[in-house]
């Protein structure tokens, strides 16, 4: 991971336990975001990269959980015939 990364991937991690609960993988909420910068003390531009690099992430994560979901759904499963 390049160096000063880190923050983001951390901070990711501790978001993603902050997604709302429901049918399908919901994105990080903008509040909790908002919420975790204000905490750890992130402003300015640091707090706008901090939404960049969160959602950019969030984003990427559901995609990937999107498709493995399909890729694993019984519907894609072989049919076996009994015979």
């Excluded at 880190?6 to 903008?30: M, V």
């Excluded at 908002?34 to 994560?61: H, M, N, P, Q």
């Excluded at 890729?71 to 499963?77: A, D, I, L």
Aim: glycine letters at 6%; a negative charge.
């Amino acid at each position: 991971m390049p160096f000063g990364l880190e923050l983001f991937y951390s901070a990711f991690l501790d978001l993603n336990t902050c997604r709302p609960a429901g049918w399908g993988l919901q994105g990080i909420p903008w509040s909790a975001i908002s919420d975790y910068a204000e905490v750890i003390g992130i402003y300015d531009e640091d707090r706008d990269d901090l939404f960049y690099f969160v959602t950019s992430l969030d984003s990427a994560f559901r995609d990937y959980h999107d498709k493995k979901t399909v890729r694993e759904s019984p519907k894609n499963s072989k049919k076996i015939s009994k015979t």
